[in-house]
């Protein structure tokens, strides 16, 4: 069974910090692009992260740079997103989700993709 499954959210205090995963099962992660994506209540999804299937290309939305850190480890078939300083407004569902291409980090060239079930974060 294709599955991305996230997990690490919780509940935080300000300037603490979070290690969201994705995993993946019955597939490998390898040949992948995989973005994190957020969606707060009665907002839109937006992108918060993503990262080539080598790992050398990142790409960070500007209300995480300088606090997140996305990697992935091919191995674990797992990708990471660190998440130092947490704010308030980084409450969310977080998801992770799958592309076959680098290119835009944003929901609507993921939508295709798998998507994992969602992590909440919250204050």
């Known amino acids: 069974q294709v599955q991305l499954v996230e997990s690490g959210g919780g509940l935080v205090q300000p300037g603490s910090s979070l290690r969201l995963s994705c995993a993946a099962s019955?597939?490998?992660?390898?040949?992948?692009?995989i973005g994190w994506f957020r969606q707060a209540p009665g907002k839109e999804r937006e992108a918060v992260s993503c990262?080539?299937?080598?790992?050398?290309?990142?790409y960070y939305a500007d209300s995480g740079k300088g606090r997140f850190t996305i990697s992935r480890d091919n191995a674990k078939n797992t990708v990471y997103l660190q998440m130092n300083r947490l704010k308030p407004e980084d409450t969310a569902v977080y998801y992770c989700?799958?592309?076959?291409?680098?290119?835009?980090?944003?929901?609507?060239?993921?939508?295709?993709?798998?998507w994992g079930q969602g992590t909440q974060v919250s204050y």
């Open positions: 989700a799958t592309s076959p291409s680098w290119g835009s980090c944003s929901p609507r060239v993921y939508e295709r993709g798998y």
């Open positions: 019955g597939f490998t992660l390898d040949y992948y692009t």
């Open positions: 990262i080539s299937s080598s790992g050398r290309t990142t």
